[in-house]
């Protein structure tokens, strides 16, 4: 039995019963006005809901009350993200879309306490967003290291050069900040202090939105993916978060949370997805039965289950490790549900999807676009490889330093 506190519970409740009244009706007109406007447009619906959400309470509840949040852990917050995640629409209805929410994290956590009145406190209240310009497409960027945009001092400003791509929010007119993330000292020898993140105004001469990137074919939905250059953009040295050099420890405190906010997303996403699937395979009849009939799809069903329990418990361990003993040591479980939860997500939505045959494959029901997000998230904060590369060396380090060696019998015998 997993156990959360009442105030949990009554928050999931609250959550549940907004998605009922609001979001769930909504969703057609969401998608509708994501095509219709494009990304380069603020979406009517989602401001209206906005303010609704607002009023209810149901606001900034990924952030830890010491960071002008609601005061919930990872374990508190896991449940209600995976709610939120059942619709496209709702995450940033509540102001806890990515990439706001990391962002928001970075500047509650890093900013100054200019920072976090320029930048945070717009962000919190809903009235601007923001991007994260850290991939590129010139280089590997699964290795962060091989970033090659610039930050260079000059007297009491810092000139910011790079070609970025997937940063998500660029289109939005309503992104007024960027964290960029560039090296800021190229020659340090230590590869992980050559980089720093620094806050770039989107609206700073030499910031470039390129254009709109499509996600298989979708556009703004959930994600506004954008390619943006920075050329010869001139910052005030004051907008360097936390100190130069210090742009991987920003990073891997950011991209802990943000991994079990994507997993638990994807959970209450497949959740809805196997409903989905359930409920078509009862009114569909074929070959002179309902299709829910045919053995294939009880294991499916089956297996969908099994998947989705497994990956939430994984991911609630990795919440309450990061919770209790923090994301270094909670490493290799995030590594493992970031792996584990996309490859779920994508087997059960794609089985809804042959479940409704063609029309699961336009966007009518919303699974092309789930199926979309699933299969991005395989790659976004880091692709399957490096995660498992990672999860393999804590391993074998772990092994390395057991205390108490396995039988001397069983390693004889494999040894041979």
Known sequence: MIDFSPKVLELRSQIEAFMDAHIYPNEQRFYREA?????????????????????????NLFLPASEHGAGLSNWDYAPLCEVMGRSHLAPEVFNCSAPDTGNMEVLARYGTPEQQERWLRPLLDGEIRSCFAMTEPAVASSDATNIESSIRRDGDEYIVNGHKWYTTNATDPRCRIAIFMGKSDPDHPNRHQQQSMILVPMNTPGVKVIRPIGVFGFYGVPDRASEVVFENVRVPAANMLLGEGRGFEIAQGRLGPGRIHHCMRLIGLSERALSMMIDRGLRRVAFGGPVINNNVWSERIAESRIAIDQARLLTLQAAHMMDTVGNKAARSQIAMIKVAGPAMACKVIDWAIQAHGGGGTNNDLGLASAYATARLLRLADGPDEVHRNQIAQLEIRRHQNRATPLPSSWTEVARR
């Open 35 to 59: 095509e219709e406007l494009g990304p380069w447009s603020v979406y009517p619906v989602v401001e209206e809901l906005k303010l609704l959400a607002r009023k209810e309470g149901l606001w």
